[in-house]
């Protein structure tokens, strides 16, 4: 799966966006900046996501610019993506397809163990560090000024659904993004 960049030319950066890592609400400033106009369907502000509005994208590191990305502790990661898609009355089926899989409310050991078992992955459940080449600059996302600054909504700290067995799965499962990105 190649990544992929929105380049900010005046800014002389390419910013690299990883699935629930405060994509949408960078998005969104990006394209206020750039003066772009975004199509809001059904009062749904992820519809950022699935048109084009004029990005300039890339999926090579333009190596006179820089280069970032954010990303997320795997736990909040996958309590995002559980909170958002799952916990929910209407689950997410551009990222979940299969209904027999994934359903509403299903519980989260049970959500944990399918995104860890299910053989094509989906780049919101995906090890970051399977998405993210060398070459990028990474930044946490957690304490950030700037992502403060931009608000992003954030779900997932109403929920606490961790167990010490649940956790231990998942630092398993994401053992290369806890220790690539210093977890």
């Known amino acids: 799966m190649k990544l992929r960049g929105i380049v900010l030319r005046e800014l002389k950066m390419v910013y690299w966006y990883l699935p629930k890592t405060c994509c949408t609400a960078l998005k969104w400033n990006f394209a206020a900046y750039l003066g772009l ?26 190596p006179e610019y820089y280069n970032w990305a954010y990303v997320r502790n795997p736990y909040d990661r996958v309590m995002s993506l559980y909170s958002q898609k799952i916990y929910t009355d209407n689950v997410d089926r551009k990222v979940f397809p299969d209904e027999k899989l994934f359903y509403s409310f299903m519980p989260f050991e049970e959500f944990l163990d399918a995104i860890i078992n299910i053989e094509n992955k989906e780049r919101h459940y995906m090890l970051q560090s399977d998405m993210l080449p060398k ?18 909504k954030n779900v997932s700290d109403k929920l606490e659904l961790w167990t010490p067995e649940t956790r231990k799965k998942a630092y398993e499962h994401y053992k290369e993004d806890f220790i690539r990105f210093n977890y």
């Open 37 to 62: 106009q975004v199509p809001i369907r059904n009062n749904n502000e992820m519809d950022i996501h699935g048109v084009d509005i004029g990005f300039e994208f890339t999926e090579e590191v333009i």
């Open 135 to 152: 070459g990028i600059d990474w930044h946490h996302m957690e304490g950030d000024l700037f992502l403060k600054m931009v608000a992003p």
